[in-house]
T-cell receptor
Framework: EPEVTQTPSHQVTQMGQEVILRCVPI?????FYWYRQILGQKVEFLVSFYNNEISEKSEIFDDQFSVERPDGSNFTLKIRSTKLEDSAMYFCASNRDGLGGTNEKLFFGSGTQLSVL | RKEVEQDPGPFNVPEGATVAFNCTYSNSASQSFFWYRQDCRKEPKLLMSVYSSGNEDGRFTAQLNRASQYISLLIRDSKLSDSATYLCVVFKGAGNMLTFGGGTRLMVKP
């Protein structure tokens, strides 16, 4: 089965530093997502992206966050100035037709564990 | 009230047991429902979608009760490999995003 790949698997950074988390969605998928999961808590939606623009974002996704699809294959999440509370597992996901249709299954990557010190 | 609510467990059951998990959701307009499985520190993986008519996949049966805003998952003949956290997930029908419950942890013992 095709996979969503994420790099790096672990990222350690100092508070205030910028980080970029990278994802390669499945090649024929058109909808891309970032979710995060703080240790011991539920999975939370951050942002969805379609047709080179953000289609939906949560309250968590403030001005410190941005997403980009720079080259037609990678999908990145940038945190400009990391805070301690940004420490979490960040999951990238993709699907072909968005949600609410017949092909709405979300394929998740294996995640990037971000630790902010 | 939480948007998607689950008993966190853990449910400790012996191999071969039947176990049931429940989930309630707050938005009556919710459109699609899913059970995902998550192993420790791994990504969520789709176990099954949930339909109003109920659906079965091998040892797993899912039911949806729209009137009560309630979703269930039944696992028959539990295996050691079923030990995981089971996530109830809802698509509210607006906005391209899924809402996750906090998960129910299952531990199957020999």
């Amino acid at each position: 089965e095709p996979e969503v790949t994420q790099t790096p698997s672990h990222q350690v950074t100092q508070m205030g530093q910028e980080v970029i988390l990278r994802c390669v969605p499945i090649s024929n998928h058109l909808y891309f997502y970032w979710y995060r999961q703080i240790l011991g808590q539920k999975v939370e939606f951050l942002v969805s992206f379609y047709n080179n623009e953000i289609s939906e974002k949560s309250e968590i996704f403030d001005d410190q966050f941005s997403v980009e699809r720079p080259d037609g294959s990678n999908f990145t999440l940038k945190i400009r100035s990391t805070k301690l509370e940004d420490s979490a597992m960040y999951f990238c996901a993709s699907n072909r037709d968005g949600l609410g249709g017949t092909n709405e299954k979300l394929f998740f990557g294996s995640g990037t564990q971000l630790s902010v010190l | 009230r939480k948007e998607v609510e689950q008993d966190p467990g853990p449910f400790n059951v012996p191999e071969g047991a039947t176990v049931a998990f429940n989930c309630t959701y707050s938005n009556s307009a919710s459109q699609s429902f899913f059970w995902y499985r998550q192993d420790c520190r791994k990504e969520p993986k789709l176990l099954m979608s949930v339909y109003s008519s109920g659906n079965e996949d091998g040892r797993f049966t899912a039911q949806l009760n729209r009137a009560s805003q309630y979703i269930s998952l039944l696992i028959r003949d539990s295996k050691l490999s079923d030990s995981a956290t089971y996530l109830c997930v809802v698509f509210k029908g607006a906005g391209n995003m899924l809402t996750f419950g906090g998960g129910t942890r299952l531990m199957v013992k020999p």
